[in-house]
């Protein structure tokens, strides 16, 4: 267990580089900030690099701590330059990105969510703990989709991408490769010729696209799709949020 003391140490400075993207790919890490963030590291084997805790955070969790992983003390100032909250609960672990950029042909069996130019962090973040929640194989992130490993995304996660495969990768090769492997790929569009989602039966194995918040799914990703469906809305409301749509969506094609 190492203390810092201070906002000007080489290894706070690096942890606050975290925040973002280019910090995050120049040191293939991220940070899990709150415990059970890295609690649900720990248990899911994470690839923990460090633990950062104020004392009494270190006090409080010191026990339920892996063996092996460096631990390093702050002070509470320091705990708030790492953080984007403005109370910070005072425990971090930096974390190993995985391997996201893979191959279409990466494939295993099982409902699969393809998410078009999703670009707000709390929406992804949303739409990766629903689809854990509803018990898919995996996310993949097409062209312009956000990066998940944000901090607003990751806290949406709640560790849920410790439980999921996620890709990274051109929608245009995916979707593709799925309809080769036998493996329905349902579109979503808002338009009421595409197939009602609560009518049709869904297959074992499928992927769902979900599109753009402003944009829905593209029409070339729309025209390559196996089939489209849409969400019948009974009010007044023209259309549902991306996060809830895709909630919506998947557990109804799922059970």
Do not use: C
Not at 155 to 169: I, T, V
Not at 231 to 254: C, D, Q, R, W, Y
């Amino acid at each position: 267990m190492e203390k810092i003391n201070s906002n000007q140490n080489a290894r706070v400075k690096a942890w606050a580089k975290l925040q973002t993207k280019k910090g995050r790919q120049a040191s293939q890490t991220y940070l899990l900030d709150g415990w059970h963030l890295v609690q649900e590291a720990i248990h899911a084997d994470g690839k923990i690099r460090a633990i950062i805790a104020t004392e009494s955070q270190y006090e409080l969790h010191q026990e339920e701590l892996p063996l092996g992983v460096p631990v390093f003390v702050i002070y509470d100032d320091i705990a708030k330059k790492l953080s984007d909250l403005v109370t910070p609960q005072g425990i971090f672990a930096e974390v190993s990105l995985p391997n996201f950029n893979r191959a279409p042909k990466y494939i295993h069996e099982g409902a699969w969510l393809f998410l078009d130019a999703i670009q707000d962090p709390g929406n992804v973040g949303t739409m990766i703990r629903t689809a854990d929640a509803a018990g898919f194989t995996g996310v993949v992130f097409g062209q312009g989709s956000v990066d998940p490993y944000s901090p607003k995304a990751v806290r949406a996660m709640q560790g849920s991408q410790f439980h999921l495969q996620l890709a990274n990768g051109d929608l245009h090769e995916w979707i593709p490769e799925f309809v080769r492997n036998d493996f329905q790929v349902y579109g979503t569009q808002l338009n009421p010729e595409a197939a009602n989602i609560f009518e049709t039966i869904p297959a074992q194995n499928f992927a769902l696209v979900m599109g753009n918040e402003g944009q829905g799914m593209a029409d070339d990703l729309a025209d390559m799709t196996s089939k489209n469906l849409y969400i019948p809305l009974s009010g007044h409301a023209e259309s549902l949020n991306v996060g809830v749509a895709a909630g919506v969506a998947m557990f109804t094609l799922k059970h």
